[in-house]
T-cell receptor, first 114, second 115 residues
């Protein structure tokens, strides 16, 4: 069975400081992992994806994430936060073992202070 | 390429009514999934259609149903609406990548309010 846990419901950073959004997962099969961002009253936009190639994945807007199998983690980072990064972020696991099933984390709301 | 479109964007209904939401996937995508997003429950998977067949289903009551047409467009229907059905309904079309993963592309959503 799959599951995904976003360890923080809210994260607050100052503009220009690093961002770390934490995600742990469990999956019976080799998982595909994604991070999506959702700005208020908008749909979800894909930030980056891990699909069993390189473990360090670079995404849009300066975000990156590292797949660590031993720790079952897929944390999202950005070296320097920008005001426009304020949004909700979702970690997602997709099971390729049998059929199509996607589990979303509960989301982490990122606040960026000026 | 045009993105995923959902119509209508906003909808207000009363309890007991039924509603139909529409989703047009990205051209060439054969998989369409539906999600319900609420502040209390977060994002929950409703169902997924692939080539006109329901392939996966989440844990929602039978009042929630869907279908997919031969052009991959999908509709979702909710009958006998309840106040708790008020939510943002998101549609995603998917494409299988070379790595075997299904990458999802989301529409802007339909905001349903039940009074």
């Amino acid at each position: 069975a799959q599951s995904v846990t976003q360890l923080d419901s809210h994260v607050s950073v100052s503009e220009g400081t690093p961002v770390l959004l934490r995600c742990n997962y469990s999956s019976s099969y080799s998982p595909s992992l994604f991070w999506y961002v959702q700005h208020p009253n908008k749909g979800l936009q894909l930030l980056l994806k891990y699909t069993s190639a390189a473990t360090l994945v670079k995404g849009i807007n300066g975000f990156e994430a590292e797949f660590k199998k031993s720790e079952t983690s897929f944390h999202l980072t950005k070296p320097s936060a920008h005001m426009s990064d304020a949004a909700e972020y979702f970690c997602v696991v997709s099971d390729r073992g049998g059929g199509f099933k996607t589990i979303f984390g509960a989301g982490t709301r990122l606040f960026v202070k000026a | 390429k045009a993105g995923v479109t959902q119509t209508p964007r906003y909808l207000i209904k009363t309890r007991g009514q039924q509603v139909t939401l529409s989703c047009s996937p990205i051209s060439g995508h054969r998989s369409v999934s539906w999600y319900q997003q609420t502040p209390g429950q977060g994002l929950q998977f409703l169902f997924e259609y692939f080539s006109e067949t329901q392939r996966n289903k989440g844990n929602f009551p039978g009042r929630f149903s869907g279908r997919q047409f031969s052009n991959s467009r999908s509709e979702m229907n909710v009958s006998t609406l309840e106040l708790g059905d008020s939510a943002l309904y998101l549609c995603a079309s998917s494409l299988r990548t070379s790595g075997g993963a299904w990458e999802q592309f989301f529409g802007p959503g339909t905001r349903l309010t039940v009074l």
